[in-house]
């Protein structure tokens, strides 16, 4: 009887609903974390810039200020560019491949300059002897004297003094070159107190027009050289 109601517990026990489980925990999703994409290395960027200047064809040269000098100074920019045969000059702003941007500022000063150059000779000499001898006796004798000298002396002196005023021009003129996009893509700064046969706006303004033909020129020359290292890395 006694084993008959423990078989009986036992049936039941595994008949027994087991326990409801709580619901799973939320799976835990893991944190992603968005890349952000690096800026440009230099390198990039110069090269950027450096294909967009060499596709400047048309340039339409800024005001660089209201006062003479600056009118002055772009005009100078203007005549070089233009005699460089590399670039068209326009006064249509909406057709310029790059806009050239700048300040130009010219100084006068003046310099004194004094030399001055002195000789001067001196000489001179001197001399003197004399003797007196005698003798009296009982108010009456002879009294000898003799006396002698002499002196010279010359002097002369020259002086020569120069003195002059010369006045230097310097002129410093600050340069951008933007695209349409609006992106500086070429600067320079040049100086100049002026060159031997043209004044200092002259000299800076051709200065200018040169170094923008150089950079062009070092471009092209790289640009150049780019295929031919490709197919060697081939």
């Given at each position: 009887?006694?084993?008959?109601?423990?078989?009986?517990?036992?049936?039941?026990?595994?008949?027994?609903?087991?326990p409801?489980?709580?619901?799973?925990?939320?799976a835990?999703?893991?944190?992603v974390?968005?890349?952000?994409?690096?800026?440009?290395?230099?390198?990039?960027?110069?090269?950027?810039?450096?294909?967009?200047?060499?596709?400047?064809?048309?340039?339409?040269v800024?005001?660089?200020?209201?006062?003479?000098?600056?009118?002055?100074?772009?005009?100078?920019?203007?005549?070089?560019?233009?005699?460089?045969?590399?670039?068209?000059?326009?006064?249509?702003?909406?057709?310029?491949?790059?806009?050239?941007?700048?300040?130009?500022?010219?100084?006068?000063?003046?310099?004194?300059?004094?030399?001055?150059?002195?000789?001067?000779?001196?000489?001179?000499?001197?001399?003197?002897?004399?003797?007196?001898?005698?003798?009296?006796?009982?108010?009456?004798?002879?009294?000898?004297?003799?006396?002698?000298?002499?002196?010279?002396?010359?002097?002369?002196?020259?002086?020569?003094?120069?003195?002059?005023?010369?006045?230097i021009?310097d002129?410093?003129?600050?340069?951008?070159?933007?695209?349409?996009?609006?992106?500086?893509?070429?600067?320079?700064?040049?100086?100049s107190?002026?060159?031997?046969?043209?004044?200092?706006?002259?000299?800076?303004?051709?200065?200018?027009?040169?170094?923008?033909?150089?950079?062009?020129?070092?471009?092209?020359?790289?640009?150049?050289?780019?295929?031919?290292?490709?197919?060697?890395?081939?």
């Open positions: 009887m006694i084993s008959t109601m423990l078989l009986l517990a036992a049936i039941a026990a595994q008949q027994a609903p087991s409801t489980a709580g619901p799973p925990p939320p835990v999703a893991a944190a974390v968005p890349r952000t994409q690096s800026n440009s290395r230099p390198e990039q960027i110069s090269e950027d810039l450096g294909k967009k200047l060499l596709q400047v064809r048309r340039i339409y800024d005001t660089f200020g209201d006062d003479t000098i600056s009118k002055q100074v772009q005009a100078m920019v203007i005549n070089s560019l233009s005699d460089s045969k590399r670039f068209i000059i326009t006064e249509n702003k909406d057709k310029a491949d790059a806009v050239l941007k700048g300040t130009g500022l010219e100084k006068t000063s003046q310099e004194f300059h004094g030399m001055s150059e002195g000789t001067g000779v001196a000489s001179a000499a001197g001399g003197h002897h004399g003797s007196v001898s005698g003798s009296f006796v009982n108010g009456t004798g002879s009294v000898v004297g003799s006396s002698s000298g002499g002196f010279a002396a010359h002097a002369a002196r020259i002086d020569d003094a120069v003195a002059s005023t010369e006045t021009n002129a410093r003129v600050a340069v951008r070159l933007v695209d349409t996009d609006g992106d500086v893509i070429w600067t320079s700064t040049q100086e107190t002026g060159a031997k046969y043209k004044g200092a706006t002259a000299d800076v303004a051709d200065k200018i027009s040169k170094q923008l033909l150089r950079d062009l020129e070092k471009l092209e020359k790289k640009a150049s050289e780019a295929p031919s290292q490709t197919v060697q890395a081939q």
